[in-house]
């Protein structure tokens, strides 16, 4: 009487050199469930997804499609088969436009009118903002990723893999998310979801499967479970919350950012206009914002990597920094971490130990006379990898050899232990699974605990409720006024992200009120 | 300066462009996808004598572009397979293709030095080109004219079909092609074949339409114009047909100023000698690159994967 599951996985097992990927993993997908697929960062999700996808073939083991057992020789295969995918890391083309993109998606030749009336439907539908001749580049990561959706949702799939989807959206647009999702499981489309994000597992999913390295640890109801027992299957363990230690008071003004402009930086750049705020010692100071509001342009323009015109845009103890160069900024004791973690942070191609040298070598003494110390770094990058529990094979390890939550524990680690006086960090948990976030988080506030001003740019906002003791929206290249986190509204957070705001509200001189709001 | 020498420059401009027209052409369809091939020299020349003997053998000079194309592409697989079956250094690899082309066909153009193989008639009514003027419309090789008409169709191709927008994603991000389900490989030797072939007839343009003989290394180089003109063109096919004629007219002012010198007319160029007109491309092209950069957007169009090995992490 009943009819197959959708998606039937048994004894799936996949071997790399060196590394059991997947362990005998069986699990079932039923038409219009959502289900969640957990595991921390190597837990061998995204090699089980890559093999439903048909990017992999499984070393062992069945697939059951539907109740026919099936081969997905390629990712061509699954799309006919009726299966979508939604990257992480996103498969895009930058130097095209979106509607090229999304065309390169389309199995069947579709006249680019035709495609483009089509987009503009599933777009109008789903209420998800693009324009289809945009060039990629030119896109902050949410509207990439947004991309990713539409093409997927073209496709009219009967299962869509979706790779942590929300790390980029604001609560508004998740929800908005959620109800596509909903929508599409209720037409009867399964839907395997992969997030680290526990709570909305437990909002959004009917059913949630648990790897822990490459094995199933637990197929169960996450209505059932709590975000911390599904996150202590997770890791294998129980897991830490952030300790904070008691009676921290904040010092004086550490960092003074006031009438920071920046042109933008090409025709669909975001301009600064006019930043300002002040962050204390000990004090976490969170940037909140749904991607491509200027955030990019803002960590450059602090990292030195664009030295701001007015040259008392950027102080720190008083001290004028913003026409420093990034590395005399570092000298002064300022440290960041960009978004992109390949190619920006760390040289894909250079051994963890060489990368360490590129941030650290004035403030850890790699370098006397030219020459550069290659054991002071090799110890410093050891140092790192330990502190941080990276998995990697030692400071020899190229770069590109780490898993993306990997390296971003590496980069944190390595601008951290330098103990800057003002550490600047984009997206810092990205990516990174609940116990490696957990991590980052505690690291960030032993290091504010030590009297550094910290500046956390995210576009996750229960990371920034978490962590920062205070946190402002940033919104078309505008900053708003700082609000406390504890007691925040996050209804009204959400509303600043989206923009809907009067304009008064977020006065000509904000600079002066952020000051005048810490001072009080 | 009389209509006669103009008339005359104009046809020797056309028939100096022609030939880097088309292996521009190819080149910059095998970049495109992201494959960077340094043998176009050695490609013209492999051409040149595919053309000239299928020709003298045939005594049919279509037969002859025929072959000059197919000569063209099977030289360019050679440096395919190694670049990516073997993955080679794509600069390396076709520099020895350069070097490997222009010895093979001065070994196989050993047996043919000396003849003369019959030359194309015009595809226009003898009457249409009687006119000195109508001449300079209709009074060219057939070759010229298909050079004329690959630039739209291949500009209509690049942007408007999905094997161009294929070819397009290859070369700008191979990773994300693959993942999606796209053969980087197969697109990747398609475009090379591409580009051997409309190399291959350019070299049989110096063979077979400028002198009906054979000459060793009788491209003269004209393949790393060719290669600089891609560049020069900023990756767009437009671009392209302009700069072919560009450097045409450097070319013939570097003949010009050879042969005639520009004492007459143009005392004040008498001194300048003609090895400055023979660098001048690649000095314009460097020019263009240094514009193109300062106005912050380098890259826009130039292939991201340009010349870097395809690895599939699987």
Same mark, same amino acid.
């Given at each position: 009487?009943?009819?197959?599951?959708?998606?039937?996985?048994?004894?799936?097992?996949?071997?790399?050199?060196?590394?059991?990927?997947?362990?005998?993993?069986?699990?079932?997908?039923?038409?219009?469930?959502?289900?969640?697929?957990?595991?921390?960062?190597?837990?061998?999700?995204?090699?089980?997804?890559?093999?439903?996808?048909?990017?992999?073939?499984?070393?062992?083991?069945?697939?059951?499609?539907?109740?026919?057992?099936?081969?997905?020789?390629? !990712?061509?295969?699954?799309?006919?088969?009726?299966?979508?995918?939604?990257?992480?890391?996103?498969?895009?083309?930058?130097?095209?436009?979106?509607?090229?993109?999304?065309?390169?998606?389309?199995?069947?030749?579709?006249?680019?009118?035709?495609?483009?009336?089509?987009?503009?439907?599933?777009?109008?539908?789903?209420?998800?903002?693009?324009?289809?001749?945009?060039?990629?580049?030119?896109?902050?990561?949410?509207?990439?990723?947004?991309?990713?959706?539409?093409?997927?949702?073209?496709?009219?799939?009967?299962?869509?893999?979706?790779?942590?989807?929300?790390?980029?959206?604001?609560?508004?647009?998740?929800?908005?998310?959620?109800?596509?999702?909903?929508?599409?499981?209720?037409?009867?489309?399964?839907?395997?979801?992969?997030?680290?994000?526990?709570?909305?597992?437990?909002?959004?999913?009917?059913?949630?499967?648990?790897?822990?390295?490459?094995?199933? %640890?637990?197929?169960?109801?996450?209505?059932?479970? =709590?975000?911390?027992?599904?996150?202590?299957?997770?890791?294998?363990?129980?897991?830490?919350?952030?300790?904070?230690?008691?009676?921290?008071?904040?010092?004086?003004?550490?960092? #003074?950012? &006031?009438?920071?402009?920046?042109?933008?930086?090409? !025709?669909?750049?975001?301009?600064?206009?006019?930043?300002?705020?002040?962050?204390?010692?000990?004090?976490?100071?969170?940037?909140?914002?749904?991607?491509?509001?200027?955030?990019?342009?803002?960590?450059?323009?602090?990292?030195?990597?664009?030295?701001?015109?007015?040259?008392?845009?950027?102080?720190?103890?008083?001290?004028?920094?913003?026409?420093?160069?990034?590395?005399?900024?570092?000298?002064?004791?300022?440290?960041?971490?960009?978004?992109?973690?390949?190619?920006?942070?760390? %040289?894909?191609?250079?051994?963890?130990?060489?990368?360490?040298?590129?941030?650290?070598?004035?403030?850890?003494?790699?370098?006397?006379?030219?020459?550069?110390?290659?054991? #002071?770094?090799?110890?410093?990058?050891?140092?790192?990898?330990?502190?941080?529990?990276?998995?990697?094979?030692?400071?020899?390890?190229?770069?590109?050899?780490?898993?993306?939550?990997?390296?971003?524990?590496?980069?944190?680690?390595?601008?951290?232990?330098?103990?800057?006086?003002?550490?600047?960090?984009?997206?810092?948990?990205?990516?990174?699974?609940?116990?490696?976030?957990?991590?980052?988080?505690?690291?960030?506030?032993?290091?504010?605990?030590?009297?550094?001003?910290?500046?956390?740019?995210?576009?996750?906002?229960?990371?920034?409720?978490?962590?920062?003791?205070?946190?402002?929206?940033?919104?078309?290249?505008?900053?708003?006024?700082?609000?406390?986190?504890?007691?925040?509204?996050?209804?009204?957070?959400?509303?600043?992200?989206?923009?809907?705001?009067?304009?008064?509200?977020?006065?000509?001189?904000?600079?002066? #009120?952020?000051?005048?709001?810490?001072?009080? | 300066?009389?209509?006669? @020498?103009? +008339?005359?420059?104009?046809?020797?401009?056309?028939?100096?462009?022609? !030939?880097?027209?088309?292996?521009?052409?190819?080149?910059?369809?095998?970049?495109?996808?992201?494959?960077?091939?340094?043998?176009?020299?050695?490609?013209?020349?492999?051409?040149?004598?595919?053309?000239?003997?299928?020709?003298?053998?045939?005594?049919?000079?279509?037969?002859?572009?025929?072959?000059?194309?197919?000569?063209?592409?099977?030289?360019?697989?050679?440096?395919?397979?190694?670049?990516? &079956?073997?993955?080679?250094?794509?600069?390396?690899?076709?520099?020895?293709?350069?070097?490997?082309?222009?010895? $093979?066909?001065? $070994?196989?153009?050993?047996?043919?030095?000396?003849? +003369?193989?019959?030359?194309?008639?015009?595809?226009?009514?003898?009457?249409?080109?009687?006119?000195?003027?109508?001449?300079?419309?209709?009074?060219?090789?057939?070759?010229?004219?298909?050079?004329?008409?690959?630039?739209?169709?291949?500009?209509?191709?690049?942007?408007? =079909?999905?094997?161009?927008?294929?070819?397009?994603?290859?070369?700008?991000?191979?990773?994300?092609?693959?993942?999606?389900?796209?053969?980087? =490989?197969?697109?990747?030797?398609?475009?090379?074949? @591409?580009?051997?072939?409309?190399?291959?007839?350019?070299?049989?343009? @110096?063979?077979?339409?400028?002198?009906?003989?054979?000459?060793?290394?009788? =491209?003269?180089?004209?393949?790393?114009?060719?290669?600089?003109?891609?560049?020069?063109?900023?990756?767009?096919?437009?671009?392209?047909?302009?700069?072919?004629?560009?450097?045409?007219?450097?070319?013939?002012?570097?003949?010009?100023?050879?042969?005639?010198?520009?004492?007459?007319?143009?005392?004040?160029?008498?001194?300048?000698?003609?090895?400055?007109?023979?660098?001048?491309?690649?000095?314009?092209?460097?020019?263009?690159?240094?514009?193109?950069?300062?106005?912050?957007?380098?890259?826009?169009?130039?292939?991201?994967?340009?010349?870097?090995?395809?690895?599939?992490?699987?």
């Amino acid at each position: 009487m009943q009819t197959p599951p959708r998606l039937d996985l048994s004894g799936i097992a996949k071997r790399f050199p060196g590394v059991l990927a997947n362990d005998n993993v069986s699990f079932a997908v039923q038409p219009g469930e959502i289900h969640a697929l957990l595991g921390e960062n190597g837990a061998g999700k995204s090699t089980l997804v890559k093999m439903i996808y048909g990017i992999m073939q499984p070393d062992a083991g069945t697939i059951t499609w539907n109740g026919q057992r099936v081969t997905i020789a390629n !990712p061509k295969a699954a799309r006919k088969l009726g299966i979508g995918m939604v990257f992480q890391h996103f498969s895009l083309f930058e130097a095209m436009t979106v509607l090229e993109n999304i065309a390169l998606g389309m199995d069947a030749n579709i006249p680019a009118r035709d495609l483009e009336a089509k987009i503009i439907a599933v777009m109008q539908q789903y209420g998800l903002k693009l324009e289809p001749h945009r060039i990629v580049s030119t896109l902050s990561v949410g509207e990439r990723q947004r991309i990713e959706i539409v093409r997927a949702l073209l496709l009219n799939p009967n299962l869509l893999i979706m790779d942590e989807p929300t790390s980029v959206l604001t609560p508004q647009e998740v929800e908005q998310l959620f109800i596509v999702l909903r929508q599409l499981a209720k037409e009867g489309c399964s839907i395997l979801y992969i997030s680290h994000k526990l709570h909305e597992i437990k909002a959004l999913c009917d059913t949630a499967t648990i790897l822990r390295g490459g094995k199933l %640890v637990d197929t169960c109801d996450p209505a059932v479970e =709590t975000s911390r027992s599904m996150a202590e299957k997770m890791i294998g363990g129980s897991l830490k919350d952030i300790t904070r230690g008691e009676g921290r008071a904040l010092g004086s003004v550490k960092l #003074t950012v &006031q009438g920071l402009s920046v042109p933008k930086d090409g !025709p669909f750049g975001i301009a600064l206009k006019d930043i300002g705020f002040a962050v204390k010692a000990g004090e976490i100071f969170g940037i909140a914002g749904v991607a491509g509001n200027g955030q990019n342009a803002l960590l450059l323009a602090l990292s030195g990597e664009t030295p701001s015109a007015n040259p008392d845009a950027i102080q720190i103890d008083g001290k004028r920094v913003a026409q420093l160069t990034a590395k005399q900024r570092r000298l002064s004791g300022m440290a960041s971490v960009p978004e992109e973690r390949n190619g920006h942070a760390a %040289v894909p191609d250079f051994s963890l130990s060489d990368n360490a040298i590129l941030t650290a070598r004035d403030r850890m003494g790699m370098v006397s006379g030219g020459m550069v110390n290659a054991r #002071t770094a090799k110890t410093y990058a050891g140092e790192v990898i330990a502190a941080f529990s990276v998995k990697a094979t030692g400071p020899a390890a190229m770069a590109d050899s780490l898993s993306g939550g990997n390296l971003q524990k590496f980069i944190m680690g390595r601008e951290i232990m330098q103990k800057p006086q003002v550490l600047v960090v984009s997206q810092p948990t990205w990516g990174v699974d609940a116990g490696a976030a957990a991590a980052i988080h505690q690291a960030l506030v032993d290091l504010a605990a030590t009297g550094s001003a910290i500046v956390v740019i995210s576009q996750d906002l229960d990371e920034l409720l978490s962590l920062c003791d205070t946190l402002a929206v940033i919104n078309e290249g505008k900053l708003s006024k700082p609000i406390p986190v504890p007691g925040a509204n996050i209804e009204e957070i959400g509303l600043l992200m989206g923009g809907i705001h009067g304009e008064n509200q977020m006065g000509e001189n904000h600079g002066e #009120t952020a000051e005048l709001a810490h001072a009080s | 300066m009389s209509p006669e @020498f103009i +008339i005359a420059a104009i046809v020797t401009i056309v028939g100096l462009t022609t !030939p880097i027209l088309l292996a521009g052409l190819g080149e910059l369809v095998t970049e495109k996808s992201g494959v960077l091939n340094l043998g176009v020299e050695g490609m013209m020349l492999m051409g040149a004598i595919a053309g000239f003997a299928i020709t003298a053998f045939t005594f049919n000079p279509w037969l002859g572009v025929l072959g000059a194309a197919a000569g063209g592409a099977l030289s360019s697989m050679l440096f395919a397979v190694l670049v990516l &079956q073997l993955n080679s250094n794509q600069v390396a690899t076709g520099l020895a293709l350069s070097i490997f082309g222009t010895g $093979l066909s001065s $070994l196989i153009g050993n047996a043919f030095t000396g003849r +003369i193989v019959p030359q194309f008639g015009s595809i226009f009514p003898a009457a249409l080109a009687k006119d000195p003027i109508w001449k300079l419309v209709f009074g060219y090789s057939p070759l010229v004219y298909f050079a004329l008409a690959m630039i739209p169709l291949t500009a209509w191709f690049l942007k408007s =079909t999905r094997a161009g927008l294929i070819l397009r994603a290859v070369g700008e991000n191979d990773h994300s092609a693959h993942s999606i389900g796209y053969s980087v =490989t197969g697109v990747r030797y398609a475009a090379i074949a @591409f580009g051997g072939a409309m190399a291959g007839i350019g070299g049989a343009y @110096f063979s077979m339409v400028i002198t009906p003989m054979w000459a060793e290394k009788m =491209t003269a180089g004209r393949g790393w114009i060719a290669l600089a003109l891609v560049v020069f063109a900023g990756w767009r096919t437009g671009r392209l047909l302009a700069g072919a004629y560009f450097f045409g007219f450097l070319m013939w002012l570097e003949l010009f100023a050879k042969a005639n010198g520009f004492g007459n007319s143009l005392p004040f160029l008498q001194d300048i000698p003609s090895q400055v007109w023979a660098a001048m491309p690649y000095v314009m092209t460097i020019a263009a690159l240094t514009l193109i950069s300062s106005r912050g957007n380098v890259g826009a169009s130039a292939p991201a994967c340009l010349g870097k090995p395809f690895l599939p992490s699987t």
